[in-house]
């Protein structure tokens, strides 16, 4: 579309406008009827039927002229009369009229492409655009009381009919004179009927993120509603070009750790010989972390527009439960450790495998189970975000799963949590190794135990998984080597944890021989 032909169009619909003197008290009403102050409470949040009756008046109102403009403190309102010649249009809030200083820049561009399947299906009388911008955010609030840039949610609207999968996609710029470091703002566009307990939540779909500038945010979405720039917290940004490796490692490692344990878990089954309780926590464990490998190889396909959201909220339960489940195995493994190598003689705990599997499962299936029933909001598609340079700024490619979306629910029950787990771990592995240091100095081990010892420091290091602490040194500099070394070591873990079973059992089945020809060597000497 050519820029001159599309700014004199607005320009021209902007030059004159009529209406009736009585539509315009009605629809003044409307306007500030919504903008009333309202609760953050979910009883006193907007009834839809009040912006959907809004948007069709406006839709249905007879003026004089191609366009109208109506403007409260805080919701401004645009009607244009299109036809199926439209060329195009561009709006800027720098030239729309009665615009307080005091809001910060903002402008829409539409294609000539947006009449061509109205007209194509039908030859309509005429066409009408209207266009609501609400200089508040109260009015779209989701579960998460969500942060929105400017507060603005800027929408459009064709007509009576809806506007998808457009080629040339829609322009929406927001201006900003804030800092956004240590924010990601991801473009979105409000679904109505996804919330759990609101009229709608913000959605990612359709809508490309970019920068051109620092005090700049440009959505490029195919298609027509309400659109706004979402807000979080987050890290340093990670480059959009190591996208594709760090999803074929993952896959990869994922696909050989679900193999190895369900290999394991097969041989144990096969063959019953070490039966003990240490064997039977090892197999847990193993039955954990395929459990979550399985879950998240499953929560990225699962975050589509096509699945139900309801799909993908339990399956974000499911793959945060996993994981709990898999940090808590891995403190029973340093608990029962601390038991085998701490006490000199046996300790009978009555049960002892039936508590440990109560802890293991049941203690991160109740912590959950709370968050479902509390707020179930806190489980669906989660947006990660990564950043690409570009000549003329910084655009942003996002990627969504099914994962926890509180952050405050990041920080405690999944951070909070593996940090715990990792720290604990950490102090049993350490006095572990000085406990096989003392034993090896008092026996004046000669250095052929040098390998074997190696062996088994690796070994308690892959079981403890303390290779989870990684996730704690993901920035500054420590940032991309810690993401592709998280990504390789704990997507192998199942792999490992199968190497460290395989040594285990040929180091058993080596002792039972040699005990085994020990006997039958005493008993032909009798």
Not at 59 to 82: P, V
Not at 195 to 219: D, I, K, N, R
Not at 465 to 473: D, V
């Amino acid at each position: 579309m050519d820029a001159r032909v599309s700014l004199f169009v607005c320009l021209g619909l902007l030059a004159a406008q009529s209406i009736p003197a009585e539509t315009i008290p009605e629809l003044l009403t409307l306007m500030k009827n919504l903008e009333r102050p309202r609760g953050r409470t979910l009883s006193s949040r907007v009834n839809p039927r009040h912006i959907h009756h809004l948007e069709q008046k406006l839709l249905n109102a007879s003026f004089c002229g191609h366009n109208l403009t109506l403007q409260t403190n805080a919701i401004q309102s645009l009607i244009f009369k299109l036809g199926c010649s439209f060329p195009g249009l561009s709006l800027s809030s720098a030239t729309l009229p009665s615009v307080p200083q005091a809001w910060a820049p903002h402008g829409m561009q539409f294609p000539a492409e947006l009449t061509k399947d109205a007209c194509v299906a039908s030859q309509p009388v005429g066409l009408r655009l209207i266009c609501i911008y609400f200089f508040t955010a109260q009015l779209f609030q989701d579960d998460s009381n969500s942060s929105l840039l400017n507060n603005y949610v800027l929408g459009a609207q064709l007509d009576h009919r809806a506007v998808n999968n457009l080629q040339n996609p829609v322009n929406i710029s927001f201006w900003h004179n804030r800092s956004l470091e240590g924010y990601t703002v991801t473009c979105v566009f409000w679904k109505e009927g996804a919330g759990q307990h609101s009229w709608g939540a913000w959605s990612p779909e359709g809508c490309y993120t970019e920068q051109p500038s620092p005090s700049q945010v440009l959505c490029r979405c195919n298609h027509l509603t309400y659109f706004a720039v979402l807000m979080q917290l987050s890290g340093d940004p990670v480059p959009a070009e190591l996208r594709v490796p760090l999803e074929y490692i993952s896959l990869v490692g994922c696909s050989i750790s679900v193999v190895a344990a369900l290999l394991t878990i097969l041989l144990y089954a096969h063959s019953r010989k070490q039966s003990d309780s240490v064997t039977r926590i090892h197999m847990n464990l193993h039955g954990s972390v395929l459990f979550l490998n399985v879950t998240f190889l499953l929560s990225s396909q699962m975050a589509l527009p096509t699945v139900p959201r309801s799909v993908c909220t339990v399956l974000a339960a499911t793959l945060h439960y996993a994981l709990l489940s898999c940090l808590t195995w891995m403190a029973v493994e340093g608990f029962n450790l601390y038991l085998l190598l701490g006490r000199v003689y046996n300790v009978y705990i009555h049960r002892y495998l039936l508590k440990l599997c109560a802890l293991g499962w049941g203690f991160p299936a109740l912590l959950v189970l709370l968050l479902l029933v509390i707020k179930s909001s806190v489980y669906g598609p989660h947006v990660i975000s990564f950043s690409k340079s570009q000549e003329n700024g910084t655009s942003f490619q996002n990627v969504s799963m099914c994962w926890v979306r509180s952050p405050m629910v990041h920080r405690v029950l999944v951070m909070g949590y593996g940090g715990l787990t990792s720290l604990f771990n950490l102090v049993v592995l350490a006095w572990a190794l000085r406990i096989l240091c003392r034993l090896r100095a008092q026996k004046k081990a000669l250095s052929s135990w040098a390998c074997r010892d190696t062996v088994m420091v690796l070994g308690l290091t892959v079981l403890l998984g303390t290779t989870w602490a990684l996730a704690f040194f993901s920035f500054g500099v420590f940032l991309l080597p810690q993401l592709f070394l998280f990504t390789i070591f704990n997507s192998l873990y199942g792999f490992f944890l199968f190497l460290w079973f395989c040594s285990q059992r040929r180091h058993s089945d080596a002792q039972a021989k040699a005990e085994m020809e020990a006997v039958s060597f005493s008993q032909t000497t009798h």
